[in-house]
């Protein structure tokens, strides 16, 4: 079964601490995309970055695909960013289908 | 980002009734999917349409159909609800390009099935 493990499964954090969530993925991979939720709302994209280094913001997402792993790096975090963060891959089939991880929920506090 | 809207937004119906569920998008995507998402399981992919005429299964098809009359609209059909199918239900779009394979996500729709 193709699976992406996320990590941490959850993480507290100050106000203003950066955070880094980890990806992997049981399969290579070229097409990664992280997205962030608020509970009970919709997926919205934050990075689509199937290898390298993307930056959008106070986010920065690194991908290295010999390795099966994606990282999104959240700089001087804030309050608002907190919600659950997923990472989705495609899977071996191809044909645009995502594999979805289960998610690391963060909690910023001040 | 694409417009994917989902109605109705919420849903309760009885067991063994027929429940519809409509997206539609309109930044004319060839690709739409259909997810639903579970505490424990994530998000998992039910059905998916690769234009209009279309449906493909996804990893979790079964006691659900779809249908995709055009371009802008993709439909989830549960003929036969049973209170397992309760979930939120989260339709998708993207272009599937060769650059990219970019997914933009629906509002959600939550169904309670009793």
């Known amino acids: 079964e193709q699976q992406v493990q996320q990590s941490p499964a959850s993480l507290v954090l100050q106000e203003a601490e950066n955070a880094e969530l980890q990806c992997s993925f049981s399969i290579f991979t070229n097409q990664v995309q992280w997205f962030y939720q608020r509970p009970g709302g919709r997926l919205v994209s934050l990075l689509y970055?199937?290898?390298g280094t993307k930056q959008s913001g106070r986010l920065t997402s690194t991908t290295v695909i010999k390795e099966r792993r994606s990282s999104l790096h959240i700089s001087s975090s804030q309050i608002t960013d907190s919600g659950t963060y997923l990472c989705a891959m495609e899977g071996n089939t191809g044909n645009y289908k995502y594999v979805f991880g289960a998610g690391t929920r963060l909690k910023v506090i001040a | 980002e694409a417009a994917v809207t989902q109605s109705p937004r919420n849903k309760v119906a009885v067991t063994g009734g027929k429940v519809t569920l409509s997206c539609n998008q309109t930044?004319?995507?060839?690709?739409m999917y259909w997810y639903r998402q579970d505490t424990g399981h994530g998000l998992r992919l039910i059905h998916y349409?690769?234009?209009?005429?279309?449906?493909e299964k996804g990893d979790i098809p079964d006691g659900y159909k779809a249908s995709r009359p055009s371009q802008e609209n993709f439909s989830l059909i549960l003929e036969l609800a049973t209170p397992s199918q309760t979930s939120v239900y989260f339709c998708a779009s993207g272009d599937g390009g060769e650059s990219s394979y970019e997914q933009y996500f629906g509002p959600g729709t939550r169904l309670t099935v009793l």
């Open positions: 970055n199937p290898s």
């Open positions: 930044n004319n995507h060839n690709n």
């Open positions: 349409s690769y234009g209009a005429g279309s449906t």
